[in-house]
């Protein structure tokens, strides 16, 4: 419960108490459905309607102080809950059972267990039969360590109420306490198959899974629980579990998942490993698996709160490193890739050029791609003017998807960038936002320079009057050399040369989307 909530309820309930008109008591009846509720966990409910059967109450009745009592207890006061209790047991000798088990209860909470067990034996003098007080008294025995002793009470609780499920989850949670998951387990699992779904049952199940680490039945259970919540009308609750859902599950899930793929691309690598032939001639007969249609692209999960930027990038170096611009992940401190094949891998490190104005960034991630997405660092040589190239990555992602990579077609129109900066050369290949990063190739599938923006239209347009077309530029293949401190080496005979089509299915699995936040 939020703490405005809160404040909210125990501002509602001081004037419960304090201004009513006229004299009147709840039925025993009405006090039942709003212990049901309390006991449902649905707890603002339970005050709005008491509130409404107290409202022409002059002095509270011995039934609306206990029932202000459990409300408290279930705000987690026991202090408060203990002065009510025992105030109902000045208001009418007819609940003193119920008052004194409260009034057990509240002291257990306290930590005062010689009280507690005094209490609950006041309470089952009064009414042999009150479930409450055994409940009380199992509790008592479990915090003295008697595990037995409590077994024998919560199991009597259960019997006198008929498998109540409020006694139900004070036994599984007793059990839980001692650690004895199993037995928690199949105490509430036989509950839920012997009556109908209970959301606080069911929540407690899930919250058991949770402790034993298996996070997708505790993630399944909990959202089964807060839509049950949900539809009884306790949104408080429901809110409750989806926000532990958002900020707690979520990253577990996540590794999870993470941890789920990591072991599947090790076991498709091996039977990789297994099926090939040494030595393949360059892009010729390429190894790398193909996107099958029904294949599902795993999906990258962010803050919603937060904002978000995209970029592309390529793969190198045996899979361990993506390089891109630094302009597409500065200021970030959770980065994430996929690669056109739709495998995710997060970033552990940014490595970044000494002289800040070489805008390259070196990624390295937790987990490496698998080999055969990655391309060779020997591959890199620098651009040419005049020589065909090709533009991949992912622009304007969140119009023309984010899932596969685009390509464009042009030549390298000169070896400076605008205004003679040397380290950038010039391309008439198309480019838009979120190429940033992305690899250019030439015809022979080597990686001449990498991505970083497009002559300013607006500014041409305002200074010069007119609009500029197809005016891009990358960083030189020399300057990513430098940066990798990996020298370039020199063409010593003709390569094969490759169209759009060959360049792009060759390299879909080595261009990734980036997302950082």
Avoid at 149 to 175: C, D, G, H, M, Q
Avoid at 278 to 300: F, G, N
Avoid at 309 to 330: D, F, P
Wanted: with cysteine; aromatic share 8%; glycine share 6%.
């Amino acid at each position: 419960m939020s703490n405005y909530k809160f404040l909210t309820l125990i501002i509602s309930l001081f004037t419960l108490i304090c201004f009513t008109i006229k004299a009147y008591a709840i039925t025993e009846n009405q006090y039942l459905v709003i212990n049901k509720l309390i006991n449902e966990e649905n707890i603002d409910k339970a005050f709005s309607d008491l509130k409404l059967m107290q409202k022409d109450e002059v002095k509270l009745s011995a039934r609306s102080q206990i029932l202000i009592g459990k409300i408290y207890l279930a705000l987690e006061q026991p202090a408060k809950a203990f002065s009510f209790f025992e105030q109902a047991t000045f208001t009418s000798v007819s609940t003193d059972d119920l008052a004194y088990a409260g009034m057990s209860i509240s002291a257990i909470k306290l930590g005062n267990l010689s009280d507690a067990k005094s209490y609950a034996e006041k309470a089952l003098n009064e009414n042999p039969d009150l479930v409450e007080a055994k409940l009380a008294l199992g509790l008592v025995f479990t915090d003295y360590g008697q595990i037995q002793k409590a077994e024998t009470y919560f199991k009597k609780a259960i019997l006198a109420s008929r498998n109540s499920l409020t006694s139900v989850r004070a036994y599984a949670s007793s059990k839980m306490r001692e650690g004895q998951h199993k037995e928690a387990r199949d105490i509430i699992t036989n509950a839920l198959l012997e009556q109908k779904s209970d959301a606080a049952t069911t929540d407690l199940l899930g919250k058991l899974f949770w402790i034993e680490g298996n996070v997708k039945e505790a993630v399944r259970l909990r959202s089964e629980a807060s839509e049950m919540f949900s539809k009884s009308g306790n949104i408080q609750r429901a809110e409750q579990i989806i926000s532990w859902l958002n900020t707690a599950a979520m990253p577990k899930v996540n590794e999870v998942r993470k941890s789920e793929r990591i072991k599947k691309e090790k076991i498709e690598e091996k039977k990789v490993e297994r099926k090939q032939k040494p030595s393949q001639p360059k892009l010729v007969t390429p190894k790398r698996a193909k996107l099958k249609p029904d294949t599902i692209p795993e999906e990258i999960f962010v803050d919603k709160e937060k904002p978000t930027y995209t970029g592309s990038g390529v793969i190198l170096n045996n899979g361990n490193w993506v390089i891109t611009n630094k302009h597409v992940i500065e200021g970030s401190k959770y980065i994430v890739v996929r690669n056109g094949l739709g495998k995710v891998r997060d970033v552990e490190f940014v490595e970044v050029p000494t002289d800040e104005h070489i805008d390259l960034a070196l990624l390295k991630l937790k987990n490496p791609f698998p080999r055969d997405y990655s391309l060779s660092i020997s591959d890199i040589k620098s651009p040419k003017a005049g020589e065909q190239i090709y533009v991949m990555g992912y622009p304007m992602s969140s119009i023309l998807g984010r899932y596969n990579p685009s390509i464009s077609q042009g030549i390298v129109s000169k070896t400076f960038g605008f205004g003679e900066i040397t380290g950038q050369f010039q391309i008439t290949a198309k480019m838009n936002k979120g190429n940033s990063g992305g690899p250019i190739f030439n015809d022979k599938g080597e990686i001449i320079g990498i991505s970083i923006g497009k002559l300013n239209k607006t500014e041409v347009l305002n200074q010069d009057g007119f609009i500029p077309e197809d005016v891009n530029v990358g960083i030189s293949g020399q300057v990513l050399s430098n940066f990798l401190n990996i020298p370039i080496k020199a063409n010593l005979s003709e390569s094969k040369k490759y169209d759009a089509s060959q360049i792009y299915e060759y390299m879909r699995p080595s261009v990734v989307f980036i997302v950082s936040q």
